[in-house]
């Protein structure tokens, strides 16, 4: 039975996109055949973190309303067999994801993959409510910064009051915590809050720490999945996000300062 | 920490520290937020505009509080009357 994995976080420009891109690809490079949905219509950019923006044909809205197949709007990804990507539409129509044509091609989807991964849109409006709406579990994805923090706990309280498993009462959807941009030395200057504190406040399973990185900008310029790096930092947390997704037990990394050496340090340098 | 900054002097509370009481306090009060029903806020305004008709109250002087004790909900008025 398929899984439908939400990436979510109320706050916007925290890493959704980058991370369902690095989950994404992560699931399919591990065997598991998966498919990442746009959901943020208006304003499609899976495309372009995955590299395929030239590709796009039909889209999502499309599909919903009978104007193209799934086979024709999905985007085979050129590097990572077993994944596809189903682009959000360009319309400004806010209304264009229906509760029933958003059931209707997830059904179709559940047929064909092992797991389902729906690029929220940030906010908590309908576009993030739908996206949402019909996940089994939720990554979380969350900046070591107060807003971002406070925006978690909202969209945690929606996936527990407005998602289909609250709404039916069947068993609550599974959450994980993605904290992203962590900075090791300023934590450790106390100038951010840390991955213990993030975990005080939103209480739920931590599932991975990815560290600030200027890998994951470039990745981004080249429309390459981060996770692809697997000489980055972010790229080899990605890895072990995916793993312990799966089920796999993985130590957190990357969560201490790098180690100076001893004549670095007693001058004061800074990594 | 580098050898030198042993001499500087101590550094203020830091600022993450800040940042998680801040976090904390807005993070239970809107918890508490959550699960009431969406029309509280309203019908604390038309019970406040019915008092006014008789009493000058401010909007803080009249609260509204629903308590969920098992299988019943409480409904608590508090009002204010200026003395």
Do not use: W
Not at chain 1, 181 to 204: C, F, K, T, W
Request: charged content about 25%; proline content about 3%.
């Amino acid at each position: 039975m398929a899984r439908i994995i939400v990436v979510t976080s109320g706050k916007g420009g925290v890493g959704k996109t980058t991370s369902s891109a690095a989950i994404g690809t992560g699931l399919a490079q591990r065997g598991h055949s998966t498919v990442i949905i746009d959901f943020d219509v208006g304003l499609r950019n899976l495309d372009l973190i995955m590299g395929c923006e030239r590709r796009v044909v039909y889209d999502f809205v499309n599909v919903i309303n009978g104007e193209a197949t799934l086979n024709q709007a999905l985007i085979k990804d050129k590097r990572t067999e077993g994944l596809y990507i189903l682009p959000a539409s360009q319309t400004r129509d806010k209304d264009a994801l229906t509760e029933e044509g958003v059931a209707k091609v997830l059904a179709e989807l559940k047929q064909r993959f092992d797991y389902i991964v729906c690029d929220s849109p940030a906010g908590i409006e309908k576009g993030a409510q739908m996206a949402l709406y019909f996940a089994d579990e939720a990554i979380v994805v969350t900046n070591p910064e107060v807003s971002s923090v406070r925006d978690s706990d909202r969209i945690l309280g929606i996936l527990q009051s407005k998602s289909l498993r609250a709404r039916e009462g069947q068993d609550a959807v599974k959450e994980h915590l993605l904290l992203t941009r962590y900075n090791p030395a300023r934590v450790s200057a106390g100038e951010m809050l840390s991955v213990a504190d993030v975990e005080d406040i939103l209480a739920i399973p931590l599932l991975g720490v990815i560290p600030e990185s200027q890998d994951v900008l470039k990745a981004s310029n080249q429309g390459e999945p981060v996770i692809l790096n697997s000489e980055a930092l972010a790229g080899q947390a990605y890895s072990d996000a995916v793993d312990r997704l799966l089920g796999e037990d993985r130590a957190h990394r990357f969560l201490d300062e790098e180690k100076q050496g001893f004549f670095k340090r007693l001058l004061g340098g800074r990594g | 920490m580098s050898f030198l900054d042993y001499f500087r002097s101590k550094r203020p509370a830091s600022s993450a520290a800040t940042a998680k009481e801040r976090l904390q306090v807005i993070v239970a009060h809107e918890r508490g937020q959550r699960n009431q029903p969406d029309y509280l806020p309203a019908m604390q305004q038309e019970i406040l505009e019915v008092i006014r008709k008789y009493v000058p109250v401010e909007q803080d002087d009249v609260q509204v509080q629903l308590d969920e004790n098992g299988n019943c909900s409480v409904l608590e008025l508090n009002v204010t009357l200026p003395g």
